[in-house]
């Protein structure tokens, strides 16, 4: 079992930067693929950025390629998200999933295993 809880979200002006965090528990966290998925009012949940168990193989969504970066620390059991030249299409409500399947994390369906409660992304133009 692992519980996910996100935080780091908020109100950031166009251009700007926030770094979200994905807190783990559960004792398989390190052994688990990780990612980010954000859901905006009225559309469909998408795939944003994903890290294998590893660490070592990311990817991102070509929406979000060279302005997100996601990474993870083993020891604090936490997956980040760096958001950098933030742009008025990217306020959503952010999700932190888990999965022990690259595959499952790096697609909206089937979905991953786990969830966080996700974290409001509000930036203005």
């Known amino acids: 079992q692992v519980q996910l809880v996100e935080s780091g979200g908020g109100l950031v002006q166009a251009g700007g930067s926030l770094r979200l965090s994905c807190a783990a528990s559960?004792?398989?966290?390190?052994?688990?693929?990780m990612g980010w998925f954000r859901q905006a009012p009225g559309k469909e949940r998408e795939f944003v950025a994903a890290i294998s168990w590893s660490g070592g193989t990311t990817r991102y969504a070509d929406s979000v390629k060279d302005r997100f970066t996601i990474s993870r620390d083993k020891v604090k059991n936490t997956v980040y998200l760096q958001m950098n030249t933030l742009k008025a299409e990217d306020t959503a409500v952010y999700y932190c999933a888990a999965d022990p399947l690259w595959s499952r994390i790096v697609v909206v369906t089937p979905a991953p295993r786990y969830w966080g409660q996700g974290t409001q992304v509000t930036v203005s133009s």
């Open positions: 559960g004792r398989t966290f390190s052994s688990y693929a």
